[in-house]
């Protein structure tokens, strides 16, 4: 029953009675008018919700009199009571807004959930909901929320045999044997879950995709789907391989120009739309990896992208294009081919396509700098691709908050229109003006039965999807929200649990990927350390590609005399990264290769430097254990040997990493360890 089926979810009872009785006294019944879909889901979830945490029934009814401690939501179309107010703020609000406000009716005090749409009241039921889990205060509320950013997308890479590329908590939630007559109680809790946090988009398959979820076997399934998550505010998308033409519809040619294609793709979009009539559209993965796409035909991206975006237009569907390319056949720096593809296509894409750009320049890598297209396609919206399964961050068996990670690239400014361009405000459109705005999270849930394998993938989950919202939010804050609702409020315990998990990520990154290292994991499974790999059919497929350390030097010259990939950012970035004197040491393998004798800030050597971070990254385990231990009282036995037990094979593999990096680091250097750093076993 503790698995973390529940997630943050819990609704147990709040154990100080005190506490209870004052929310009591503002939260003591529920009114929602008129019931749709979506208002039921609402209506539903603050009654199990409010019940499970306040001990008590509470009344919920469409006809019920106001009350003082009445809770009234709708919208001015669902609520005469909501529309009589005539609530000025609404106007702003959009329609996934929503405000939340005390209010005296008739002389008695209420607290109002309005929205101009069903989904917003949703929304703000579970931002109610919310403030009743971490125990805020609901007196004297006047909050208005409106995402920031339009299109909240998951993406899963879950294939139709049910495994998840890159999936680390078991199969996939989709269950296309069954489906579409049997419906898991799971995707309703999935759907739960993403509307807690505003998700409002879901991919279901894999970017490198099976043309088979076109056709009318699948489809039927897919709208199944769709009808569990539409109450939810959740759209679904699907995968298209551009090949499809060819494969399921056995044309000749998956030519872009070509008459015949642009046909197939116009009838293939009014049939998926006759099973889903607010189908989101498609994510494509093309020329990338071995997929097919419009280069196979001398196209351009731009060209392969409006074919789809043209047949889904009519029905209001976008084309999410992933920007995700590179090919050891070309004799460029990794780093560079994506942005040197598709900034020359800016402006040649149709109005419902984002280009949809991973965070960084290579691949989820514990640290990278940003992706520099953001900010070089001022006529294009790009969308943000993070990866939440933790590919190469010790996957489901590392304990790593992201929220830092996310907020470090969201934060990060790019300074092409001046001092505060940040690639949030790339992303949410407002620097280039942009109405059409998107973020995607490559998910790390499957069937395991607490969804992410590792109880803390919850928390990237959840960080995923409140900073997609709101990427304003500080990851302190929605550490805290996590921690107090997923397990326990009592100051202390939320505070060292943040701490820990504040420090995750940099622990991670220093005995794994060090001063700017980077792609140095095994091979292909991407796990443990593999910075030797050296013999394969790509020279991009290897690790020294990456480091190319020698006797002499270690790190990638993307400078002016190197690949000068450099020179695809703003002066500003270019020139902070290029200097040796203001690049920060977290960047500097990445764009600098240095003697090992480089003398660091700190005057230590880089070969000192290097070490040392091995180091810490390696004891920085004894105290997230111990700190956990510490946290016993507060977690259910289940729950917290699961971490547990994890933590301590973390510990294990930070070692392994420390000393596989640094056996094989000294093999290149040469030098001996400097003091306090243990030698490799
Ligand atoms: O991160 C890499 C992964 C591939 C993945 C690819 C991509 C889905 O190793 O498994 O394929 O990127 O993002 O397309």
Redesign the pocket.
């Known amino acids: 029953a503790e698995s973390g089926y529940r997630l943050w979810m819990r609704y147990d009872q709040i154990n100080d009675e005190a506490l209870r009785t004052q929310y009591l006294k503002s939260l003591s019944g529920i009114r929602i008018d008129t019931i749709s879909p979506t208002l039921k889901a609402a209506s539903d979830e603050l009654g199990k919700g409010l019940s499970g945490l306040l001990g008590r029934t509470l009344g919920l009814s469409s006809t019920a009199s106001i009350e003082a401690g009445s809770v009234v939501a709708g919208t001015p179309a669902s609520s005469s009571l909501i529309r009589g107010l005539k609530l000025q703020s609404l106007a702003g609000l959009g329609d996934e807004g929503y405000m939340l406000s005390s209010m005296v009716h008739n002389g008695k005090q209420i607290t109002v959930i309005a929205a101009n749409t069903d989904v917003g009241v949703l929304y703000g039921s579970f931002h109610l909901l919310r403030l009743v889990q971490t125990q805020q205060p609901v007196v004297k509320l006047s909050i208005v929320e409106k995402p920031l950013l339009k299109h909240r997308v998951l993406n899963h890479?879950d294939n139709l045999d049910r495994t998840v590329?890159?999936g680390y908590a078991g199969f996939s939630l989709w269950n296309w044997h069954l489906l579409p007559g049997y419906l898991q109680q799971r995707y309703i809790d999935y759907a739960r879950a993403n509307a807690s946090i505003g998700i409002n988009g879901t991919v279901l398959t894999?970017?490198?995709a099976n043309s088979l979820i076109l056709t009318e076997e699948f489809l039927p399934k897919v709208a199944a789907i769709a009808n569990v998550l539409r109450p939810y505010g959740i759209k679904v998308y699907l995968t298209a391989r551009f090949s499809s033409p060819i494969e399921i519809g056995k044309l000749k040619t998956a030519d872009p120009l070509d008459e015949s294609v642009k046909k197939w793709w116009k009838d293939k979009a009014d049939e998926i739309y006759r099973h889903i009539p607010d189908f989101g559209g498609f994510l494509v993965?093309a020329n990338?990896?071995g997929?097919p796409g419009p280069q196979n035909y001398g196209r351009s991206h731009a060209e392969g992208a409006n074919l789809l975006a043209d047949a889904l237009a009519p029905h209001n569907g976008i084309v999410m294009w992933?920007a995700?390319v590179y090919s050891h056949e070309v004799d460029e720096d990794r780093f560079k081919q994506a942005y040197n593809e598709f900034k020359p296509l800016d402006g040649q894409f149709r109005k419902n396509v984002l280009v949809q750009v991973?965070n960084g320049p290579i691949?989820?890598q514990p640290r990278e700098p940003f992706s520099p297209l953001f900010g070089a396609m001022p006529k294009t919206p790009l969308m943000m691709?993070f990866?939440i399964t933790q590919?190469?961050l010790g996957q489901a068996t590392h304990l790593v908050y992201q929220a830092p990670l996310y907020k470090e690239v969201l934060d990060a400014d790019t300074y092409v229109k001046g001092k505060g361009s940040t690639v949030a405000r790339v992303v949410d459109g407002s620097l280039d003006k942009h109405a059409l705005s998107g973020i995607a999270g490559?998910a790390n849930i499957g069937d395991d039965l607490n969804w992410t394998g590792h109880l803390f993938g919850q928390s990237n989950w959840y960080a995923f999807g409140r900073l997609a919202w709101n990427h304003q939010l500080s990851s302190e804050n929605i550490a805290d929200e996590w921690t107090g609702m997923t397990f326990s409020n009592v100051p202390e315990f939320k505070v060292s649990l943040r701490g820990m998990m504040m420090k995750s990520r940099e622990n991670l990154v220093n005995y794994m990927t060090p001063l700017g290292l980077h792609h140095i994991m095994g091979w292909?499974h991407?796990y443990g350390p593999g910075p030797w790999i050296k013999d394969k059919p790509r020279m991009d497929w290897t690790s020294f590609y990456y480091h190319k350390a020698d006797s002499v030097a270690i790190g990638f010259d993307r400078t002016a005399s190197g690949s000068n990939a450099l020179s695809q950012y703003s002066p500003q970035v270019r020139k902070f990264y290029g200097d040796l004197k203001t690049c920060p040491p977290e960047y500097l393998l990445w764009f600098h290769r240095l003697p090992w004798s480089h003398r660091m800030k700190t005057g230590e050597s880089l070969w000192e430097a290097l070490s040392q971070r091995y180091q810490q990254g390696a004891e920085s385990m004894d105290p997230l254990i111990a700190g956990w231990n510490k946290l016993a009282p507060y977690v259910d036995q289940e729950r917290f040997d699961q971490v547990r037990m994890l933590l301590a094979i973390q510990k294990k593999e930070a070692w392994w990493w420390h000393d596989a990096c640094l056996a094989y680091f000294q093999s290149r250097s040469g030098l001996p360890f400097p003091q306090g750093v243990t030698p490799p076993k």
Do not use: I
């Open positions: 890479w590329e890159r894999n970017v490198n993965k990338s990896e997929q992933r995700f991973k691949d989820f691709e990866q590919e190469y490559v292909d991407h």
